[in-house]
């Protein structure tokens, strides 16, 4: 059986399409051999739109609160303007996208967790049977974290904790990537394992801050649930990713409670 790879990029990638080649090139040498899903979000879009529109964009502990009336917008951008640039690049690259979003097909049920965030929903596993298909037809999911509940009811999801819920329908590896090389120490140097009390201890610290605080207690969360570490890395080293199965090291990993 051929192992499952969950590929996270965030909104800086699409801020950088000239710069994207490496991770495509890279997902080109990996789907020899790997069955690979691309995870997006769009938030640097999507802030950019609202700000045009005349929106004010807030978050709250790193997550984008979604006020009702703005999350059509939020949609057109994610699932939109984001999905079609990649899927885009991606079919340069000599790739066969699908453009998705975490409902289509069954894959995820979206819910709102807490109303201090708006629209804003946490996805959970349900069907993997569409992204099966995919892979038996040798193409590839780009998967973008805006959600549904069963009632129809659109939802902006956190792109980390959309990923985190592919790698679980899947039963695959999980790689989180952004522009930053992986969680850096309080000398900007990497730091190449992380586990619970070391997280704990940064945080409190300030030295793991904002949006990487939600990043790294969702991969921790992800570590336990899926058993096996999850790495976070940089989209720009992307081609580092082809060596990861022959032991080179990539990014911070994130150690379940039962390695650390």
């Not at 790997?34 to 529109?53: K, M, T």
């Not at 629209?119 to 298909?133: C, D």
């Not at 945080?203 to 207690?217: A, E, L, N, S």
């Not at 969360?221 to 990861?244: C, F, H, M, Y």
């Amino acid at each position: 059986m051929r192992p499952i790879w969950v590929i996270k990029v965030g909104g800086s990638i699409l801020s950088e399409p000239e710069n994207s080649a490496p991770l495509f090139d890279t997902l080109v040498a990996l789907k020899t051999h790997v069955d690979v899903v691309l995870v997006h979000g769009g938030g640097d879009i999507a802030q950019d739109l609202l700000e045009r529109l005349g929106f004010s964009s807030d978050k709250l502990d790193g997550i984008r609160i979604t006020p009702d009336e703005q999350l059509p917008f939020i949609a057109g951008a994610l699932a939109g303007i984001a999905s079609k640039q990649l899927c885009s690049q991606a079919l340069a690259a000599g790739l066969n996208p699908v453009g998705l979003s975490l409902f289509d097909g069954g894959m995820c049920e979206s819910l709102m967790f807490d109303h201090r965030y708006g629209a804003v929903g946490k996805a959970h596993p349900r069907n993997p049977e569409l992204v099966q298909k995919l892979f038996a037809s040798n193409m590839l999911p780009v998967i973008n974290s805006i959600g549904a509940d069963f009632d129809g009811h659109l939802l902006n999801v956190n792109a980390d904790q959309a990923a985190i819920a592919i790698c679980q329908l899947l039963n695959a590896q999980l790689f989180l990537l952004s522009d930053v090389p992986g969680v850096l120490d309080d000398k900007k140097s990497l730091i190449n394992t992380l586990n619970e009390a070391q997280i704990e201890s940064l945080i409190d610290q300030k030295i793991i801050q904002g949006g990487m605080v939600v990043k790294v207690k969702e991969a921790f969360t992800a570590a336990n649930k899926i058993g096996q570490p999850v790495t976070i890395g940089s989209w720009r080293d992307a081609e580092r990713l082809k060596q990861v199965e022959d032991g080179v090291s990539f990014g911070t990993q994130i150690l379940s409670g039962h390695e650390a």
